[in-house]
Structure formats: C-alpha cells, structure tokens
C-alpha cells in the first residue's frame, strides 16, 4: 500500500515569493492534515479536511496560508506572500474517517524562506 | 485543554547503554490515545507505538519498551542497549476519541555515540 505523497521535498524561496506544497493521501482516507513543524519544536495542526470540506483551520494563519482540496483526495497548501518566520517542515497526514486516532504521515517539504 | 510535555530536549548516551525517554501529557478526555515517534535527519515521522487509555499494560518490542502509567500521566519508552541508528528526535503525541488533531510534545534529541 503505498503512502502518503508529498512534493516536493525541499523548497527554497525569497520573502514574499508565494510557494505550493502538493499532498496526496493514502487511497481511501477521507481525512487529510496539515501540520507545520518548525525546527525544535513539534509539528502543529494547520487545517484538517474530511473529505473536499474544512473541518478545522483556527491554526491556519489566513492572511497568507490557503489550502484546499477540491475533489476531496489530493490538497495543495499555499502561502502568499511567504516571510522568514514561515520557514519549517510541512507534513501532511491521513486517515481513515472513524479512524482519526490512526494518522500517517508523509515526508515532508521542507521550506526555506530566506 | 490537551498538552503533552516532554522536558528531557537533548539526551547524549554512548552506545549499548539504556535510555529513558520522558513523557507527560494532560487530557480531560476519558478516551485518549499516545503515541512515540521517530523523526530522523531524513524528516519523516516513523510510528513506533500507539497506546489507548484502556490499557495501562506495558509494552516491549525488541529494544523498545513502554510504561504507560495514568496514574502520573506519564508515557515513558526505554531503549535498551542503544545504538548509533537509534539518533534522532523522538516525539510523544496525544490525540483524543472526541478530538482531531495530534497534540505534539518538543520533542527529544537522542545522539548516541559510538
């Protein structure tokens, strides 16, 4: 069974510059995450999706991050425009509906906003 | 109000030797879930174990074992006679049956030298 995708793996972008990380779940899983782990610290909940729906994003810092999943399988989280402090590991996660506690996780896009 | 704390942030051990990880959480939730992961150089979260609250046994997996007391609120893992592959960050999560998201203790960085 293959697992969680993410792309791409490290990205390297100017302040203010936009960037998009791409996420594709494992088959089945309705439930989709985004966390942001900022080096030395553990990862924190931006958005969490069931199926193409928003079921949490008081984490996700508005005015710059959007996500979405449209035909509720794959997301993309974008941030725009990017500044330093948004340099971390974006990890997203899956799970299966009546499963929450159960989530894998991809490997990650590392970003640096220099 | 969900927090898990981990206070032990760097650990150095030289090989063969045992080490204990520490894990406090916080939940008000009666149906709780705690997990350890592994987070090499590599960035990607490695499950190791998922414990509920139900059930307070412990567990050994190898060189792994868990002591899960509710008692102290504490989720403690124990390497046995280390090894230089055990390096890594290791990160204690929390989630709950009426919750969504991961909560993530700072993690702790385990370098075993040879």
């Known amino acids: 069974e293959a697992g969680v995708a993410q792309s791409p793996r490290y990205k390297i972008i100017e302040k203010r510059q936009s960037v998009a990380f791409w996420c594709n779940p494992i088959?089945?899983?309705?439930?989709l995450y985004w966390y942001q782990q900022i080096l030395g610290q553990g990862p924190k909940l931006l958005i969490q999706?069931?199926?193409?729906?928003?079921?949490?994003d008081s984490q996700l810092p508005k005015d710059r991050f959007s996500a979405e999943r449209l035909k509720g399988v794959d997301s993309t989280l974008k941030i725009q425009p990017a500044k330093l402090e948004d340099s971390a590991v974006y990890l997203c996660?899956?799970?299966?509906?009546?499963?929450?506690?159960?989530?894998?996780f991809g490997p990650g896009t590392r970003l640096t906003v220099t | 109000a969900q927090k898990v704390t981990q206070a032990q942030t760097e650990i150095s051990v030289v090989e063969k030797e045992d080490v204990t990880l520490d894990c406090v959480y916080e939940?008000?939730?009666?149906?709780?879930?705690l997990f350890w992961y592994k987070q090499p150089p590599s960035g990607e979260l490695v499950f190791l174990i998922r414990r509920n609250s139900f059930d307070e046994q412990n567990e050994i997996s190898g060189r792994y074992s868990w002591n899960f007391q509710k008692s102290t609120s504490s989720f403690n893992f124990t390497i046995t006679a280390s090894q230089v592959v055990d390096s890594a960050v290791y990160f204690c999560a929390l989630t709950t049956n009426t919750g969504n998201q991961f909560y993530f203790g700072t993690g702790t960085s385990l370098t075993v030298i040879p």
């Open positions: 999706f069931q199926n193409n729906g928003v079921v949490d």
């Open positions: 088959s089945g899983h309705a439930t």
């Open positions: 996660a899956s799970s299966l509906a009546d499963r929450l506690y159960e989530q894998y």
């Open positions: 939940t008000r939730d009666t149906t709780y879930y």
